[in-house]
């Protein structure tokens, strides 16, 4: 059984990875986002409630996502294992996973840290690029359009967003230093711990590297 939980800086990668393994290990890959998205999409109370806080510009409480996470794991496709992504965030929902998998008579196989380079991680977001009217999204570095500053779908100038600028993203990697190296060292005090490498080259190789790497555990 692979019970796996992601953890990685914005931009890491930890999403792209996480949808490689689920396909070699048969197991579902399970975002907060996704979450989120469906129970509001299905209008569940807990999708309501989440939704509420969202419109209001909140953080959606830990009890609301937490809850939504044991409906998740509670269904027949986790009973063979399942990838968490988003999730946990810091200590406390550490904490609830561990006391909630311990009820399901489940535990951690291991705690995936996909690392890279703060540089490459600025490189990586700062570069995108969306045109604001068809939506179509670009990477200056990555996948840059055609004609320079203009989309290749519409012919409309493309901009980089308010949160893809260097400040915002510099911001967002402080808050995930901040919420997410207690969880590191949680986690490697407990041996569950596995490094992942996601810097540079192939997705498709890194996630083979570490298929490896659990298949060893």
Do not use: W
Request: with cysteine.
């Amino acid at each position: 059984m692979n019970n796996l939980v992601f953890l990685g800086a914005p931009g890491a990668g930890k999403g792209t990875l996480a949808a490689i393994l689920k396909e070699k290990l048969h197991v579902p890959h399970i975002s907060t986002g996704d979450l989120f998205r469906d129970n509001i999409k299905k209008h569940t109370s807990l999708g309501d409630e989440a939704e509420a806080y969202i419109h209001e510009g909140k953080l959606v409480p830990d009890e609301v996502t937490e809850a939504m996470l044991r409906d998740r794991l509670e269904r027949q496709d986790c009973t063979e294992g399942f990838i968490l992504d988003g999730f946990p965030r810091n200590l406390s929902q550490a904490a609830y996973l561990d006391q909630l998998l311990a009820e399901q008579s489940k535990a951690l196989t291991a705690v995936v840290l996909v690392d890279v380079p703060e540089k490459v991680l600025l490189d990586r977001l700062t570069g995108r690029r969306v045109c604001p009217e068809c939506q179509a999204t670009y990477h200056v570095l990555f996948a840059p359009p055609a004609k320079e500053g203009l989309c290749d779908r519409c012919g409309a100038r493309i901009i980089q967003r308010e949160d893809d600028q260097e400040k915002t993203i510099r911001h967002r990697l402080e808050v995930y230093r901040e919420n997410t190296f207690p969880l590191i060292r949680y986690y490697e005090e407990k041996g569950l711990l596995v490094k992942a490498d996601n810097s540079e080259g192939e997705a498709d190789d890194h996630a083979e590297e570490l298929f490896r790497k659990l298949m060893k555990r």
